[in-house]
């Protein structure tokens, strides 16, 4: 099917990207995750990609329940291993835009060796890793991103872990583009993800998703409202993060000192493993 | 002339999670007391003099059950 087609309003929208017998989909009331299907889908649309040549991967949880909403194809994989299904895909055509869903357990939990390898590798792809601070669907277990404090049903009394910055890491790895965003605003994201996606090498573009079911019920936040608006509190953008610390006052430095920062955090050149490959292959041609 | 908007909501696919009334900058919203087929209240747009397009509750309704659509331009009395 020929998607080249600029629609304008969610019904359009809807009626080309979506399976709509997968629809309504499965998440809670006041989950994020379908903001962030939403989001890819309009950012999708805006770079006006012929949905046949890309490919959908996640892993498994209720973030990798994602790719299968898209009416393109994808594989819906094993816990942890899309980045793995996803750089085979990728290397076996290049040709292909290779989008992965994922989650902070799946991605960064279970399959954290796969991600740190396939960002140092910078394969040509676009991670959107979906960080709700907990295991979803598993049944609200705690995840390497839960919050030191945060209650889950396997710290019951509080986690005592240090969390993990996904974004931090991708930065130390070198990944040519990472980003973070919640998803209480439409634009921001829809933007970035349409760079992510338009970026040759490995973007990361971490997305903060209230998930009131298995987190937020369980710490505080009860009901759709109060979550979501945590995460308008408890973040701040980059660009303003930067400005009041260099000329805000004690009290405004105060306030945003321990507030998550979500924006563009790199966007970069980088060469990639294909073209890497693909020189490489030239060179030792007989 | 004014120009105008209405909301249309796919009951099939609308939650009631109130995401989009909630957020609408505007407050043009409000959860109808009647039921959708699926047995949730569905949102409707009340002050219809209120809504000013900005299609806020269509990009972040999770479910894309909202599609904001430009009325004919009607003459407004007064
Ligand atoms: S458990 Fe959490 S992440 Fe999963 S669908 Fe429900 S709200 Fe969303
Ligand atoms: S945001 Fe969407 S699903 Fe939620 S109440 Fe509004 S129309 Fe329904
Ligand atoms: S278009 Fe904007 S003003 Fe109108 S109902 Fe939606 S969010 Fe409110």
Redesign the interface.
């Known amino acids: 099917m020929s998607t080249l087609l600029k629609p304008k ?3 359009e ?2 009626d080309v990207y ?1 399976r709509q017998e997968m ?3 499965i ?1 809670c ?7 962030v ?2 989001y890819t889908l ?1 950012a999708l649309d805006e770079l006006q990609v012929d949905l046949d040549q890309v490919v959908f991967v996640s892993g498994i949880g209720c973030s990798s329940r994602l790719s299968g909403y898209v009416n393109a194809d994808g594989m819906h994989t094993t816990h942890g291993r899309a980045l793995s299904f996803a750089s085979g895909i990728k290397a076996a055509n290049p040709n292909l835009k290779v989008i992965v869903f994922t989650g902070d357990g799946d991605g960064a939990g279970i399959g954290g060796n796969h991600l740190l390898h396939t960002i140092r590798r910078n394969m040509d792809m676009t991670v959107i890793l979906v960080n709700n601070y907990i295991y979803g669907m598993t049944g609200g277990q705690s995840a390497p991103t839960t919050p030191i404090g945060g209650l889950s049903t396997t710290t019951p009394y509080g986690n005592v872990e240090y969390p993990m910055d996904i974004c931090a890491l991708a930065l130390a790895l070198e990944a040519p583009y990472v980003a973070r965003w919640t998803v209480n605003q ?2 921001p994201p ?1 933007k970035s993800i349409a760079q992510g996606i338009a970026k040759r090498g490995f973007a990361l573009i971490e997305m903060l998703v209230p998930c009131p079911t298995a987190y937020g019920g369980r710490n505080g936040l009860k009901g ?2 109060a979550i ?1 608006q945590w995460y308008r509190e408890n973040t701040v953008l980059l660009d303003d993060f930067e400005h009041i610390m260099e000329f805000g006052t004690l009290e405004e430095q105060e306030e945003i000192k321990h507030k998550l920062k979500v924006g563009v955090l790199r966007d970069t050149e980088r060469e990639s493993f294909e073209e890497r490959w693909a020189k490489l292959v030239e060179q030792v041609k007989l | 002339m004014e120009q105008t908007y209405n909301i249309l909501i796919d009951e099939r696919w609308c939650k009631g999670c109130k995401l989009c009334y909630i957020h609408c900058p505007t407050q043009a919203l409000r959860i109808a007391e009647r039921f959708s087929p699926r047995g949730i209240h569905p949102p409707e747009l009340a002050l219809v003099a209120r809504c000013n397009g900005c299609r806020l509750c269509e990009l972040l309704c999770p479910d894309f059950a909202i599609t904001v659509t430009e009325e004919e331009e009607v003459a407004l009395h007064g």
């Open positions: 309003t969610a019904a929208l809807r979506l629809m309504p989909t998440f009331d006041g989950c994020g995750l379908g903001n299907l939403n309009w439409p634009y829809i759709v409202e979501w």
